[in-house]
């Protein structure tokens, strides 16, 4: 089942479009990898799809049209967005940054229920529950970025540039989490990453976009293993 079609996607900041009438779709239960230099326009994809920033085109999710659909009913649609550099809520506790993320959930049972369950998930962030998220480490950050996120139960993930200022260790720690979510939960995930080698590694399909556009798209595992895309555009 296809859960995500965009077709001739361009969106932009005023007057210069960054993204140019591109196409692509992402398959219920897949890791999809976004790659490409910075200034290619992949975190402009993701806002675009959150309903962010202006885009024209169409995006069809789970088989409805969004495009006129603003960002907070995008995420009750289903749709969840981990900004570039986490957004977690400095100065609010763990909890109440969890919280947050059930914005468009009316059921405090079910709230209560999500809370301890990604509690369970992340114990670390049970043990900090009252603790201010700014005084968190960065790996801990992220990890609440991402449990905040899950708390709207969203059936599509996107992450954008999750290992930014990370640990390699605590890097690969989060995408270990990203496989369990995807393999445990039918969680479909789009990450936009900078860290290609390592996505690659975990993602069912990669595009690579240069200057607006897609250049490359396949399997990952195929574009992990192809010398000449890696050195051309994703410079490793």
């Known amino acids: 089942m296809t859960m995500l079609k965009i077709q001739g996607l361009s ?17 219920q239960g897949t890791i999809v990898a976004l790659l490409g ?3 290619a326009g992949k975190t402009t994809i993701l806002r675009a799809l959150s309903g962010l920033v202006p885009a024209r085109g169409t995006i069809h999710f ?23 550099g986490r957004g977690t809520f400095g100065d609010f506790t763990v909890e109440e940054n969890l919280a947050a993320g059930a914005f ?9 229920q999500d809370m301890e369950r990604w509690y369970a998930a992340f114990p670390r962030l049970a043990e900090r529950r009252r603790q201010q998220a700014g005084s968190l480490s960065g790996g801990e950050q992220q990890m609440l970025a991402l449990a905040r996120a899950l708390m709207s ?8 540039e999750p290992s930014l200022g990370l640990a390699p ?3 690969q720690e989060i995408f270990e989490i990203f496989k369990t979510l995807n393999r445990e939960h039918d969680m479909t995930l789009l990450i936009v990453e900078q860290n290609a080698d390592l996505t690659l590694q ?10 607006g556009s897609f250049t490359v798209s396949g399997a990952a595992a195929e574009l992990l293993g192809n ?10």
Do not use: W
């Open 37 to 39: 230099a910075n200034g």
């Open 153 to 160: 139960r969203p059936k599509l993930l996107m992450c954008d």
């Open 11 to 27: 969106a932009g900041y005023g007057a210069a479009d960054v993204l140019h009438s591109v196409d692509f779709t992402v398959e």
């Open 169 to 171: 260790a605590i890097t």
């Open 104 to 112: 468009t959930v009316t059921d405090r049972r079910q709230i209560a």
């Open 202 to 211: 975990f993602a069912d399909t990669a595009y690579v976009l240069e200057s």
């Open 227 to 236: 010398e000449a895309v890696q050195q051309s555009y994703l410079g490793v």
């Open 62 to 84: 789970r088989g409805k049209d969004v495009s006129r659909c603003n960002a907070a009913q995008r995420v009750a649609l289903g749709l969840a967005h981990i900004p570039q």
